[in-house]
């Protein structure tokens, strides 16, 4: 099966995770990093779930499961470790249209989470479609040795330019052809090398000779 890849904005949004375990606790966090709002259903928490509830970063429903929780629910985790309770959690989020994932059962789900490199706004999102995570995760090792630190000042960099340069140049073609040039990977050599600074320079000045 094929899914759809998409990059999701959670900010603000309600994301409901079933269960207070190491691997619910583990989804909260990945949530709260994205700015999620995390709701947790659960009997008792781990220590760090306490934690993040005691500080007001999570709301804890305590309890068992039960359907009436997915109102108002954006993305919901069927997160325990209980089959039967994840699989319960698929049915019920399936039958209200609600993006649902199981940690255990991933294709009772309709949405499975890739392996994630992240360098500020740049992410790259690795997937074999749940049939080996094993797999994602050592290429996403891999990978963060060839995109470092360096890709956040980069990408920050690029989105000032881009803006100034939409705002500057109204042809479209021409703009085109300008923003792909200097979104050559490439460029984040400079980062690496530590002369950032000197490669922004050259670039306004290009920038600012092209407008005459």
């Known amino acids: 099966m094929a899914f759809y890849p998409v990059s999701l904005d959670v900010r603000g949004q309600k994301c409901l995770v079933i269960g207070g375990g190491e691997v619910a606790y583990r989804k909260v966090q990945t949530l709260l990093e994205y700015r999620a709002l995390a709701r947790v259903v659960a009997p008792e928490l781990i220590k760090p779930l306490q934690l993040l509830v005691g500080g007001g970063l999570v ?28 699989v319960k959690v698929a049915r019920d989020a399936r039958k209200r249209n609600l993006p ?9 789900g309709t949405f ?80 690496r090398r530590g002369e950032g600074e000197l490669w922004e320079k050259a670039v306004w000045a290009y920038i600012k000779n ?3």
């Open 59 to 86: 709301e804890h429903v305590k309890g068992e499961y039960h359907p009436s929780q997915l109102e108002e629910a954006f993305l919901v985790f069927g997160a325990t470790d209980s089959k039967r309770v994840n």
């Open 100 to 108: 649902v994932n199981l940690v255990d059962s991933p294709g009772q």
């Open 112 to 191: 499975r989470v890739p392996a994630v490199l992240r360098q500020g706004h740049f992410t790259i999102s690795i997937s074999t479609g749940g049939t080996s995570p094993a797999l994602a995760r050592h290429i996403k090792e891999k990978l963060k040795n060839e995109y470092g630190p360096e890709m956040e000042q980069l990408t920050e960099f690029l989105g000032e330019v881009r803006k100034y340069v939409i705002a500057r140049f109204t042809h479209k073609p021409f703009r085109k052809r300008l923003l792909t040039c200097l979104g050559d990977s490439r460029a984040a050599e400079f980062y």
């Open 210 to 212: 092209l407008e005459g």
